[in-house]
């Protein structure tokens, strides 16, 4: 689906925010429009289907930026954990 079908499908405001977002051409300023792709299993019941959505090119960034972030804080703990754990006596 493209933009402009999304568009017609969900309407002009993001997925996230809610807020309008700018259609005009060339693309590429945090308000503009860009395609999310959800990916959620709740959501149609395939695990791997993709579906897509219209959000600010600000709120898909931030998003991938708090994922990517959420991610490292939990590998970081993984590795604490881990570090825990040898620490413990062996059974
Ligand atoms: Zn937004």
């Known amino acids: 689906m493209s933009v402009k079908a999304l568009r017609s499908t969900f309407g002009p405001n993001c997925h996230w925010c809610g807020l309008p977002m ?3 051409e060339p693309a590429g300023r945090p308000e503009s429009a860009t395609i999310e792709h959800l990916v959620d299993s709740t959501f ?8 897509r ?5 600000a ?12 991610e490292r804080q939990f590998t970081q703990w993984i590795v604490e954990r881990q570090a825990l754990g040898k620490a413990l006596p062996e059974n």
Not at 44 to 51: A, E, F, I, N, P
Not at 53 to 57: E, G, I, Q, S, V
């Open 53 to 57: 959505r219209l959000a600010h090119a």
């Open 59 to 70: 709120c898909n960034h931030a998003r991938n930026q708090f994922r990517q972030q959420a």
């Open 22 to 24: 700018d259609f005009d």
């Open 44 to 51: 149609g019941g395939v695990r791997s289907s993709k579906h």
